[in-house]
């Protein structure tokens, strides 16, 4: 660990009593409010649950990492690793039924063209240092847009189902009736993403920014490294939540509830 870093956040027992702390808080808070949908203490459990497994699953990437961006196949071996669990983590989080496989497609779709576009350019070399955090980044952005834009369309379609039947009865076609009410609240899912780039520098300093700084990198640099990551991230969730959308539009997504009726129209 150079200087920079150690001043910044040493690892130590003190580090270690400082995170189950701040942990203990986040889930006694979640659990005080009952910040559930169905306010009990499932979401505390979930936070948790969270924390712990997050430290455990950093200690073990941080134990292979090193070797892996070493290894083609182990490099691809992990990168496929990380987005099967994020394409599982999205639908289990949009919905419980046997669709939830479908959240694989969004995904890729926002990813795979943007890694492409900077392998092809020479603006990311294909090695493991650089392209695995880089594809983390931006699986866990289409991650988080695939999930919040599923979520956003499959409740706007279930409190609204009587519009949509509305619209077949006026002719439109299912996929045109749903896709109507599920355009809005799918838009939502942009918002994260939006706010983020429209107040970096000004409310945070991302990551990827820190980190370049802490690597030795000079402030211009980084900042070319941050905004990349973050117009690379606007294209990417823009593309997830467009497919999502189609999906759900679709009924390829879809979530049990009265809405479901016409699943065989």
């Known amino acids: 660990m150079n ?65 892996v961006v070493r290894h083609g196949a182990a490099l691809l071996g992990f990168l496929l690793l990380m987005y099967a669990v994020a394409a599982r983590t999205a639908g289990r989080r949009i919905t419980r039924d046997n669709t939830w496989w479908w959240a694989a497609l969004p995904i890729a779709a926002g990813v795979l063209p943007a890694i492409g576009l900077l392998l092809a350019t020479g603006l990311l070399p294909p090695h493991g240092i650089a392209l695995v955090p880089v594809t983390g980044i931006l699986i866990g952005g289409a991650l988080t847009a695939t999930v919040l834009a599923g979520r956003q369309c499959t409740g706007a379609l279930e409190q609204r189902h009587g519009e949509v039947e509305a619209g077949l009865a006026l002719g439109l076609t299912e ?28 409310v945070t300093l991302p990551g990827a920014f820190v980190g370049m700084l802490l690597g030795g990198a000079d402030t211009l640099t980084a900042g070319a490294v941050q905004l990349f990551v973050l117009i690379a991230l606007m294209a990417v969730q823009a593309i997830a939540v467009s497919v999502t959308l189609e999906l759900v539009a679709r009924r390829r997504i879809t979530t049990p509830g009265p809405g479901a009726a016409r699943r065989g129209r």
């Open 3 to 67: 200087s920079a870093s150690a001043t910044l956040l040493p690892v130590n027992a003190v580090l270690g009593w400082v995170l189950a702390v701040l942990l203990a808080a986040a889930t006694a808070v979640t659990a005080w409010a009952r910040l559930s949908p169905e306010q009990s203490f499932s979401r505390a459990r979930e936070v948790l649950t969270a924390g712990v497994r997050a430290a455990v699953q950093l200690a073990a990437v941080s134990a292979v990492i090193g070797w």
């Open 175 to 202: 996929r045109a009736a749903r896709i109507e009410i599920a355009r809005p609240a799918a838009s939502e899912a942009l918002v994260p993403g939006l706010d983020q780039t429209r107040t970096v520098g000004l």
